[in-house]
């Protein structure tokens, strides 16, 4: 029965993940590639979604250390790597473009 809730915690979380990590990079990209010197063309959601993806293949590392297999730390980890990440890069870049 924990596997199903974990399975279901994680279909629920990597679509959310997704969204806002994308959301976060359109409003980045606004302020600083549109509005910014680069007067590029704005990202809709779906064009954000696919440029993360792509940076995520490029940049991803693999993990060198075996994990302890402790799936309700591992999840716990990730909800919050899913929120405060992608919120603390929006805040600090609000506050950058604060002072353009």
Same mark, same amino acid.
């Given at each position: @029965?924990?596997?199903?809730?974990? *399975?279901?915690?994680?279909? *629920?979380?990597? %679509?959310?993940? +997704? ?13 600083? +590639?549109?509005? =910014? /010197?680069? &007067?590029? %063309? %704005?990202?809709?959601?779906? &064009? ?5 993806? +792509? /940076? ?10 075996? $994990? ?8 716990? *980890? $990730? ?6 990440? %992608?919120?603390?890069?929006? =805040? *600090? =870049? ?5 002072? @353009?």
């Amino acid at each position: @029965m924990k596997a199903v809730g974990y *399975i279901t915690v994680t279909a *629920i979380l990597v %679509p959310a993940r +997704m969204l806002w990590f994308a959301f976060v990079f359109c409003k980045l990209w606004a302020w600083f +590639m549109v509005d =910014g /010197v680069f &007067e590029c %063309p %704005p990202l809709s959601l779906v &064009e954000a979604i696919g440029l993360g993806l +792509m /940076v995520q293949i490029w940049t991803h590392k693999a993990k060198t250390e075996e $994990s302890e297999k402790d799936y309700d730390k591992l999840l716990v *980890i $990730s909800c919050c790597d899913t929120l405060v990440t %992608p919120t603390l890069v929006l =805040g *600090i =870049g609000w506050c950058v473009k604060s002072f @353009m």
